[in-house]
């Protein structure tokens, strides 16, 4: 990047800054960030993000999807990047929800993805009740770009859902840098009720084929691994949202 590049960077991160500082100044500060880029890439990199829709992020830094497994040491649900792409992996499905101000929630059968305590999480919840604070995301446009996003903690400003390149959560220095381990494109798996399909949209279709092993089955060369074991029982515990 150009000396001049760097300094516009800069220029933008400071505004972020001092826009947290302002009431409802870090949404519009977004807001028009996110418009100017989209006409001057004449496209929405946010046009999927619509209430209902189902999507996966592919992170920039691993190539792979976010999805839900289950930590091997705690039991715990967690994330990470190195899911597959397309319907065949539902652990890395997001029902889009949309919330105030231009902000949004992502989960995968009440699971939300969540930045807390500094850290990116998963936060299980239940239907009716209202989606967690810490998972409470702002979505900003990668500038210069037409398909790439950022997604912003609004709890805690200037944090960022991010992974490394092996598809691990990053550490807190990465997450509170918006490089390319923070950066995501969309994936269209669904459109949700009564939303207006795009043009050219390339939502991936459901096949009548079986399901191909996972990720860490194929990884392994082998089914039997206890990666994919551990894959296989949160299949069971999430559900697939219907298109």
Not at 144 to 157: D, K, M, N
Not at 168 to 193: H, M, N, R, V
Request: aromatic letters at 10%; one cysteine or more.
């Amino acid at each position: 990047m150009s000396f001049l590049g760097n300094l516009g960077k800069k220029a933008v991160e400071k505004a972020y800054d001092l826009a947290s500082k302002v009431e409802g100044g870090r949404d519009y500060l977004t807001t028009a960030a996110n418009t100017v880029n989209s006409l001057v890439k004449g496209k929405d990199a946010r046009v999927y993000l619509k209430p209902g829709n189902v999507v996966q992020f592919i992170s920039r830094a691993s190539a792979r999807s976010i999805q839900i497994v289950v930590a091997k040491d705690t039991n715990e649900l967690i994330c990470d990047a190195i899911g597959g792409t397309g319907s065949f992996f539902p652990n890395a499905y997001w029902l889009v929800v949309c919330g105030q101000h231009g902000r949004y929630y992502f989960h995968n059968n009440y699971n939300y993805l969540a930045i807390k305590n500094g850290k990116i999480a998963i936060i299980p919840s239940s239907v009716g009740e209202k989606p967690p604070a810490e998972a409470e995301l702002r979505v900003q446009d990668v500038l210069g770009s037409a398909q790439a996003i950022y997604l912003e903690s609004v709890q805690t400003p200037g944090y960022f859902i991010s992974f490394d390149e092996d598809g691990s959560t990053a550490d807190e220095i990465k997450i509170k840098t918006k490089e390319k381990f923070s950066q995501f494109e969309i994936q269209l798996i669904a459109y949700g009720p009564g939303i207006q399909p795009e043009k050219d949209d390339h939502t991936l279709e459901t096949s009548n084929e079986a399901s191909p092993p996972s990720y860490w089955a194929a990884a392994a060369n082998t089914s039997t691994s206890p990666t994919a074991n551990r894959q296989s029982q949160i299949g069971d515990e999430t559900t697939s949202p219907k298109s």
